[in-house]
Each structure stands twice: as structure tokens, then as C-alpha cells.
């Protein structure tokens, strides 16, 4: 049988016990459903030699190699993966879209003897309502932007605010990225599974309830924002952090002590600055971080690369900004600054 999705939440509402991508991993490492497990019934040399025979030599042939195929990948997912599940499991499995690799699956799965259902049209279902739900909706919610230049502590902030009844958006978290050439913090997600993990998120908020979303640009890393919430954010109130330049470098070497600690790494990412600055001021860079001089870098950084450009893309915005002072940064003072920013928020 198979289910009908018409909204994001409908998968926590139907409760299975797993769900099931029965595509090839390379499709699967693009994007998946939330919580899907990878149990490919092709995998991607055979889904590409199934698919050359069904064009080149006729679709009967590959439909005799695609069946045997399927039956030699189940019958190992049911005696490694599937092994110890009970007679009560209930999983649904789904494909691109919704046909023959799911149904064969699904079919020997039911079998055994399991609850075990489908989606109709299969991935490409899931991603139409996440491309309705970013591209071709209002963003839902009225949105505050949490501003401030580099180094003032947004990020931790914005973690903070959920304890005081705040409801945010962590974008920088959905694109496991914070935001900056220094930013990187491991592999990105593709950008269909951003906006998947980005449109799931959006489903849990309550529209009535303002969110705070940390001032970006139109894009994280190498993911772009969808049009209708950087619209919404370009159009938001600001609270913007102010703090001095040496709390704001003192504050950056312990928010990016992975950073620090990884000499040849620092070094790398100093370089990819060379383009924007001269060979005297890399030079100067490199030399603090060699000498582990991390907070006179961070100035450094600060003063003549980020600020200079957040001052300019502050000054095309067409914004109302709010200023909330802080003296330091050290976590005490985050939190007063959290309950501060969080009582603006919900005073409206």
C-alpha cells in the first residue's frame, strides 16, 4: 500500500519503525528523508549497467538483470540489516519515484511478513513539498535577524535563546558551516539536502511566535539560501551585538580553537585570502599564527578583512537596527546578553 504525503510532517504522524531508502547510495548521499537508512536495491554500477542495457539493447533484458539484481541485494539486506527485526516492525520504503525498486522491495518485505508500505511518487514526492515549502511559499513566521560584526558571539547566542522561550533558526547548524572563510567545519550538506533539513525545521515552527535568524548572506558555505526566507530576513528588524574589537578577538580563539590548534590548516586559510590582500599583509598574518599570537590575528582579521565588509553590506540594507550593547564575551556575560535579546524578542 502506499501512503500519500501532503505535508512535511505527515512521516512523525504515521510512526514507522524505519524508513527505508531503496535507491542507489549515490542518490541516497544527495539527499534522503529525515532518519532514512540506505538499503540501495541497485547499487550505483549496477543501476547504471541496468539502465544502459534498457536503452541500448531493449528494456525486457534489463528488466531480467534489474529483477535478479534487486533479489541477490534484498536477500542480503534481510540476512545482515533486516535480520533480528520482529514480526511486528513496520517499515516504508521508498525510490525516486515510488515504482519498481521500492515495490519489489516492499513486496518481498510484505512476504516475511511485515506491515511494510510505500510513498506514492516516491522521493520526487518528498522533494515537491519541500520546494512548495521554501520556493514557492511566504516565509511563515515574522523574523528578528540577531546582526553584529564577526566575532560578536551570534552563533552561541542564538543557542542560548531556546531556554528563555525563543524560537530560532540555526542556519549556520543546517549547513554545518559558520558562515566565514574560516567557517568550515567539515563536509556540506548537498544543497537538496539542506533544503531538506532547512524545510523540516520550518514545518516545527509556530507561525504565530516570532524567530531569530543569524544575519548571513545569501549563502552559508557553498549552500544558497532559498529566495522566500532571505527575503524575509532582508526585510526583519535587527538586534545587532556591539562589543569591542578586543572582546570580540578573545572571543573568536576560543570559538575557533579547532582552528587554531590546526597550524597547517590556519595557514591554508590565510592564503586563500591573498587575492583581497597584499603579500606584506598575509605575510604580517601568517607570522601571528605561527607564532601563536591568535588574538593580535584576530584583530588583524577583523579590522581590515570583516568588518570593512560588514560595514558595507550593512549600508545596503534597507533595515532597522537595535543595538545591544556588550562589554565582553566570556560565557557569563553571554548569558546576560541571551536574556537580554530574548526579552526584546518577546516584548515585541
Known amino acids: 500500500m502506499a501512503i500519500t504525503l501532503t505535508s512535511l510532517s505527515d512521516l512523525a504522524a504515521h510512526g514507522f519503525d524505519d524508513i527505508i531508502d531503496a535507491r542507489a547510495p549515490a542518490e541516497y548521499a544527495e539527499d534522503h528523508l529525515p532518519n532514512a537508512i540506505s538499503l540501495p536495491v541497485l547499487n550505483d554500477a549496477q ?15 534489463a528488466r ?6 534487486v533479489a541477490q541485494n534484498v ?19 521508498y525510490c525516486w519515484r515510488g515504482g519498481q525498486r521500492s515495490g519489489s522491495f516492499a513486496l518481498i ?17 518528498w522533494r515537491a513539498l519541500v520546494v512548495k515549502a521554501l520556493y514557492d511559499t511566504p516565509f511563515p513566521c515574522p523574523v528578528v535577524v540577531l546582526d553584529g560584526n564577526t566575532g560578536s558571539a551570534k552563533t552561541e547566542i542564538l543557542n542560548l535563546l531556546p531556554a528563555r522561550g525563543v524560537q530560532v533558526l540555526d542556519l549556520e547548524g543546517l549547513a554545518n558551516h559558520r558562515g566565514s572563510l574560516f567557517g568550515a567545519m567539515g563536509p556540506q550538506p548537498s544543497q537538496k539536502a539542506f533544503d531538506s533539513a532547512l524545510a523540516l525545521a ?27 526566507i532571505w527575503k524575509a530576513m532582508r526585510a526583519a528588524p535587527r538586534l545587532a551585538i556591539v562589543t569591542p574589537l578586543r572582546a570580540r578577538a578573545q572571543y573568536l580563539v576560543r570559538a575557533y580553537a579547532d582552528m587554531v590548534a590546526d597550524g597547517p590548516r590556519l595557514a591554508a ?31 588583524g582579521l577583523m579590522q581590515q578583512h ?43
Open 64 to 69: 531480467k538483470l534489474g529483477a535478479a539484481l
Open 75 to 93: 536477500a542480503t539486506h534481510l540476512q545482515t540489516t533486516l535480520a533480528d527485526k520482529p514480526g511486528g516492525w513496520r517499515p516504508l520504503v
Open 109 to 125: 518485505l510484505s512476504q516475511v511478513g511485515w506491515r511494510v508500505e510505500t510513498i506514492a511518487g516516491g522521493y520526487k514526492a
Open 269 to 299: 586559510v590565510i592564503d586563500r585570502l591573498r587575492p583581497v590582500h597584499s603579500a606584506e599583509q598575509i605575510a604580517i598574518w601568517q607570522a601571528q599564527a605561527l607564532a601563536g599570537d591568535f588574538a593580535s590575528l584576530a584583530e
Open 306 to 348: 570583516y568588518d570593512p565588509r560588514y560595514n558595507r553590506h550593512r549600508e545596503r540594507m534597507d533595515a532597522r537596527y537595535d543595538d545591544v550593547i556588550a562589554e565582553a564575551l566570556a560565557p557569563e556575560d553571554l548569558a546576560r546578553l541571551a536574556d537580554q535579546i530574548a526579552a526584546r524578542v518577546l516584548q515585541g
Open 47 to 61: 543501476r547504471a549497467e541496468v539502465g544502459t542495457i534498457y536503452k541500448q539493447v531493449n528494456p525486457f533484458t
Open 202 to 228: 520550518m514545518s516545527r515552527l509556530d507561525p504565530a511566535r516570532p524567530v531569530v535568524i543569524e544575519a548571513e548572506s545569501s549563502k552559508v558555505g557553498n549552500v544558497s539560501l532559498p529566495p522566500e
